[in-house]
């Protein structure tokens, strides 16, 4: 798969490694930075990400920072994007069958390295469930109009 | 606080249960629904909070599904709100020190009511923590136009 993976600078560490696991696994990938350890702020790497995969770019996302939280709301903030923030791979497993996610994000404060390899594999590998799970995540790609900027 | 309450049917015995915790804190909740347990779309329940802790009805919002995923989508469709899931409390923490997070986000599939009261704790008793994170914070609120729909 096409996938591009984006940090901020708390999670550059995380960034190279789940880089690395994606070439090993066969994976083509981008990754958006930032390049260095220097400070930046998560919610331009997360909206960076969402627009490569909203426009097909990239076919799924890796949005890492401190915790997951602050670059999964970015993400978030395209209803084309579906970014699950998760510390198990149960999480990651139920994000794909039941919410069809499309970024996974994770924080390299939280989780370890063999967790959050864990956690990434579940994501590429569970199919979306479908059936009942299309309609709600229909909904998710058509957020009221008042909830738009 | 005002704090507002939803969830889908997967979750409404933990909505129940954090109601009365809420209560019993001394918080004044408004119970978004649903009020039975026949099945509904998160979708439609996270957009309905989203809405008035956007508006300032609540200051707060408590987002309940199976996992806290689906609806937790919704939710940051609004770049009003920022909505931390969380299943740890250190995770609850940073999600107010750092992205002051006024929704939180739990599944009622993959934690345990003592572990949901403790995190709804954490999130209601820290503050945010200012600083560099106050620009970050405003970046949430205003995304790319391209992000929106």
């Given amino acids: 798969m096409r996938i591009a993976i984006a940090s901020d600078h708390a999670a550059i560490g995380l960034k190279a490694e789940l880089r690395e696991y994606l070439i090993e696994l066969g994976h083509e990938v981008a990754d958006l930075g930032p390049a260095s350890a220097d400070s930046v702020d998560y ?22 920072c401190g915790t997951g ?19 198990e791979q149960l999480s990651a497993y139920f994000s794909r069958d039941h919410n069809d996610a499309n970024v996974i994000a994770m924080g390299a404060r939280m989780i370890g390295i063999e967790q959050a390899k864990a956690c990434l ?12 799970h299309v309609r709600r995540v229909g909904k998710l790609s058509n957020p009221p109009v008042s909830e738009t900027a």
């Fill in 121 to 132: 594999h579940t994501f590429l590998e569970t199919p979306f469930g479908g059936d009942r």
């Fill in 69 to 87: 939280l602050g670059i999964s709301m970015a993400v978030n903030r395209n209803p084309a994007c579906r970014c699950a923030v998760v510390s």
């Fill in 43 to 64: 919610p331009d790497f997360g909206y960076k990400l969402a627009s490569v995969v909203a426009d097909g770019t990239a076919e799924r996302g890796v949005a890492l």
